[in-house]
Nanobody, 127 residues
Framework: QVQLVESGGGLVQAGGSLRLSCAASGRTVNNYGMGWFRQAPGKEREFVAA????????YYADSVKGRFTISRDNAKNTVFLQMNSLKPEDTAVYYC????????????????????WGQGTLVTVSS
């Protein structure tokens, strides 16, 4: 069993930056693709970014491309999401996930068959 714990959320002004972390425990996630979804109030959960198990491939939603950067440190069992140039529409609860077996964007961007979810961390961007 894997536990994912997010941290780094908070309140920031538009144009600012935050760095989210997702630490895995229980077992290694080095064989899992990992990523982030987010859910704003009254909206469905949406894909944000993902990274392959070795960290060689990254995937981004169009809405965050060029502003967010995903990375991972397999030695620390941790994935990161650096968020720059934040906008009020980025306000949401951000959820980390781990998923095995993905080879393409369509798989990473789907919430179907996710193996593990974190509990979420709130990001609020004020205008």
């Amino acid at each position: 069993q894997v536990q994912l714990v997010e941290s780094g959320g908070g309140l920031v002004q538009a144009g600012g930056s935050l760095r989210l972390s997702c630490a895995a425990s229980g077992r290694t996630v080095n064989n899992y693709g990992m990523g982030w979804f987010r859910q704003a109030p009254g909206k469905e959960r949406e894909f944000v970014a993902a990274i392959s198990s070795a960290g060689s491939r990254t995937y981004y939603a169009d809405s965050v491309k060029g502003r967010f950067t995903i990375s991972r440190d397999n030695a620390k069992n941790t994935v990161f999401l650096q968020m720059n140039s934040l906008k009020p529409e980025d306000t949401a609860v951000y959820y980390c996930y781990a998923k095995v077996g993905c080879l393409a964007y369509v798989c990473y961007a789907s919430a179907y068959a996710v193996d593990y979810w974190g509990q979420g961390t709130l990001v609020t961007v004020s205008s």
